[in-house]
Nanobody, 116 residues
Framework: VQLMESGGGLVQAGGSLRLSCVAS????????MGWYRQVPGKQRELVAS???????KYIDSVKGRFTISRDNAKSTVYLQMNSLKPEDTAVYYC???????????WGQGTQVTVAS
């Protein structure tokens, strides 16, 4: 399974970005799909996740601003980020859990920079 992220970039505070993560390769589908982020010197943290049934989870700091969604037909997970803040600056990674093998796969990361 290969994951390709896109949509990162530089944005002013208060702006929006939409991240996409497309899976390719051999798989039967995914359980949970999620977005993580990491800043230098800190641990990678889960930002949002969406289960195969559609249940979503968010960290408190992004609730009401970020929306995660998935399109199983396109093997894609999205993260709509609104009202961005400088503290959202990080490398964002997607992660998926393979339904058949139960194995996790990571994307290569995409940089999000929010200027104040």
């Amino acid at each position: 399974v290969q994951l390709m992220e896109s949509g990162g970039g530089l944005v002013q505070a208060g702006g929006s970005l939409r991240l996409s993560c497309v899976a390719s390769g051999s798989f039967f589908g995914f359980n949970t799909m999620g977005w993580y982020r990491q800043v230098p010197g800190k641990q990678r943290e889960l930002v949002a996740s969406v289960a195969n049934g559609g249940d979503t989870k968010y960290i408190d700091s992004v609730k009401g601003r970020f929306t995660i969604s998935r399109d199983n037909a396109k093997s894609t997970v999205y993260l709509q980020m609104n009202s961005l803040k400088p503290e959202d600056t990080a490398v964002y990674y997607c992660k998926v859990n393979d339904r058949h093998w139960g194995r996790d796969y990571w994307g290569q990361g995409t940089q999000v920079t929010v200027a104040s």
